[in-house]
């Protein structure tokens, strides 16, 4: 052979029996099929075999049969980023007459999806009160083909009874999926409690770094995953192997970062919670959390991020001073790594509620929290 053809058909020289604790970051478009024979195109590669890099490499499967281990679920997929994960869910359970509920509490691009992309697919998607529980069963049509939960909500931590939500959507025949991020999968049992998907994105807690987007999407049943598979191929949801490793390395410490994430974040926001200049906080942890019950019922624990209101004294651009005069708080969206992140959202659409500009939400991260009560405190003696 030609330097040339040696270059590109080296046969493996090192010995292959390498057993690390980690699994390796295994990169690839191609698979090379030992005949013609063993050809395949399936994206059911758990199954079926590898076929293609698309569908995943064994750094991406591992890392969905783990999350599929942690869920309980029947089996996962991991996709580019949260978002991606939710696009796949409405995609797969909706078609052109669909209808579809999404909480009104629900993550902005949820949302967007909803009136945007599903609306030009003729899905009428229909916005529900978070606490409505059982009532649900008055929204459902005939030709309503999934609910969506998100407990709690984004920004308003609305709790959702979701025994509730799924018991009536059941007897309907219908799919309920849960945007189950903030639980990161394990403080809230998703199909325990009834739901039939349940998608994270990994990008927050499992990620757990701020330096990675990924998304997951896990069935309970092999009817949801077959139903979810096949978008997932057509669609070409690939995903970086490199990520898919940081994702497996954050699973490693996700339980010592959720502990002390939950610690400090209750310190914050129980001092918070006595502040003269400050409402309410919205904490599943605390009674003013709209659906703190179901949560006292339905979880075993609690997460970093959490909203809270200014008192109507403070006027918005004063709440504005306030979040410009933190100093270990970065200004930031996302959530779910070591830092901690304060924004303002000026304009939350609630039917029944305004905040008037003066809800604020923060993720709390590893640093000391008399170190973050020290700045939230300044930064409000800069607004008194
Ligand atoms: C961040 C977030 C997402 C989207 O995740 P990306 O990985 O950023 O696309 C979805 N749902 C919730 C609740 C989120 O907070």
Redesign the pocket.
């Given at each position: 052979m030609d330097w040339r053809t040696k270059l590109l058909n080296p046969s493996p020289q090192a010995r292959r029996d390498y057993t690390s604790l980690v699994t390796p970051v295994y990169r690839g478009s191609t698979v090379v099929f030992p005949d013609q024979a063993s050809v395949v195109d399936s994206w059911q590669q758990a199954r079926d075999g590898y076929s293609y890099g698309l569908y995943g490499t064994p750094t991406a499967l591992e890392l969905a049969a783990r999350i599929a281990t942690i869920e309980g679920a029947h089996e996962t997929l991991i996709v580019?980023?949260?978002?991606?994960?939710?696009a796949l869910v409405y995609l797969a359970f909706c078609k052109a007459g669909s209808h579809a509920l999404v909480p009104y509490s629900?993550?902005g691009?949820?949302k967007a999806i909803a009136e945007g992309l599903m609306r030009g697919l003729d899905v009428e998607v229909e916005a529900y009160d978070p606490m409505i529980g059982a009532g649900i069963a008055d929204l459902i049509r005939d030709n309503t083909t999934l609910i969506w939960c998100?407990s709690p909500g984004?920004v308003t931590m609305e709790i959702q009874d979701i025994p509730a939500i799924t018991e009536a959507a059941h007897a309907r025949d219908v799919t309920v999926a849960l945007?189950n991020?903030?639980a990161a999968g394990v403080l809230f049992d998703a199909f325990a409690h009834g739901i039939d998907v349940s998608?994270q994105?990994?990008?927050?807690y499992v990620g757990g770094h701020s330096d990675l987007?990924?998304?997951s999407v896990s069935a309970r049943t092999p009817q949801a995953f077959e139903k979810l598979g096949p978008i997932y191929q057509q669609l070409g949801l690939a995903v970086s192997p490199d990520d898919c490793s940081l994702a497996l390395r954050g699973l490693q410490t996700l339980s010592v970062r959720l502990d002390a994430l939950e610690r400090g974040t209750l310190q914050v926001a129980r001092w918070l919670a006595d502040q003269p200049i400050v409402s309410h906080v919205f904490h599943p942890a605390l009674p003013d959390c709209p659906g703190h019950d179901h949560w006292v019922r339905d979880w075993s624990g609690s997460a970093s991020v959490f909203s809270f209101t200014f008192a109507e004294q403070v006027a918005p651009e004063q709440v504005v001073t306030f979040l410009n005069a933190l100093a270990i708080f970065k200004i930031g969206l996302?959530?779910g790594g070591v830092n901690s992140l304060a924004v303002v959202y000026p304009d939350v659409e609630r039917p029944t509620q305004d905040f008037g500009g003066r809800i604020v939400r923060l993720n709390i991260g590893l640093e000391t929290p008399e170190d973050l009560i020290n700045d939230l405190s300044q930064a409000m003696q800069a607004v008194l």
């Open positions: 580019p980023g949260g978002q991606a994960a939710i629900a993550y691009p949820n998100e984004s945007d991020t903030y998608m994105a990994l990008t927050k987007l990924l998304g996302s959530w």
